[in-house]
């Protein structure tokens, strides 16, 4: 079955740079979706169709999706962008999510 | 503006069947699918299955299939997923979420509005 991975932790020091990654076999021929989920709230859509932000999702929020990975980038990372993040792509007609990445600003 | 309203808490004993809604409003109801995705303490979101609200027709994980109903009533706009026999690693939050595809691809889509999740604990 087809799988997603994604390191379990990233960290950033607030105004860097922070990239998260999904990985999977040829993901980049596959649609990405990005979730932020921060502790006792429902995720929260802040990337979709690799590279599309929502409505009201700061401009800092971008993706790119090629060859076997997706990438969330948060530039100038803010303390309020600590939460843990999931990539989602649509296989074998349902939806699957990657393990999803803590991300810590330090 | 979409809101989409889950029932609250459940605790179940193991063997029991536990039943959880999801009542949307602010859009048309029958226009978008609703899935049910559930997320286990400390652990990642995992899909269960999806209903399309204007036919009814439902797809379900592989490891779920056996196990789960998911329902939906248009004249209340309320979807409803069924997960029978329960154990402990049935405990977990459970959201819905609407599915949109913004006039694209079905394998473009995202879940873009979710429920606020309803806590299932399984426990004798």
């Known amino acids: 079955s087809y799988e997603l991975t994604q390191p379990p932790s990233v960290s950033v020091t607030p105004g860097q740079t922070a990239s998260i990654t999904c990985s999977g076999d040829n993901l980049g021929d596959k649609y990405v979706s990005w979730y932020q989920q921060k502790p006792g709230q429902s995720p929260l859509l802040v990337i979709y169709?690799?590279?599309k932000r929502p409505s009201g999702i700061p401009e800092r929020f971008s993706g790119t999706n090629s060859g076997n990975t997706a990438t969330l980038t948060i530039s100038g990372t803010q303390a309020m962008d600590e939460a843990d993040y999931y990539c989602?792509?649509?296989?074998?007609?349902?939806?699957?999510f990657g393990s999803g990445t803590k991300l810590t600003v330090l | 503006q979409v809101q989409l309203v889950q029932s609250g808490a459940e605790v179940k004993k193991p063997g029991a069947s536990v039943k959880i809604s999801c009542r949307a409003s602010?859009?048309?109801?029958?226009?978008?699918?609703l899935h049910w995705v559930r997320q286990a303490p400390g652990q990642r979101l995992e899909w269960m299955g999806r209903i399309n609200i204007g036919n009814g027709n439902t797809h379900y994980s592989e490891k779920l299939q056996d196990r789960v109903t998911i329902t939906r009533d248009t004249s209340a706009t309320t979807a409803y997923v069924d997960l029978s026999s329960v154990g402990s690693e049935d405990t977990a939050m459970y959201y819905c979420a609407r599915f949109n595809t913004f006039g694209g691809v079905v394998r473009g889509g995202l879940l873009d509005y979710w429920g606020q999740g309803t806590l299932v604990t399984v426990s004798s």
């Open positions: 169709q690799d590279i």
């Open positions: 602010g859009y048309t109801f029958t226009t978008y699918p």
């Open positions: 989602q792509t649509w296989d074998n007609n349902a939806v699957l």
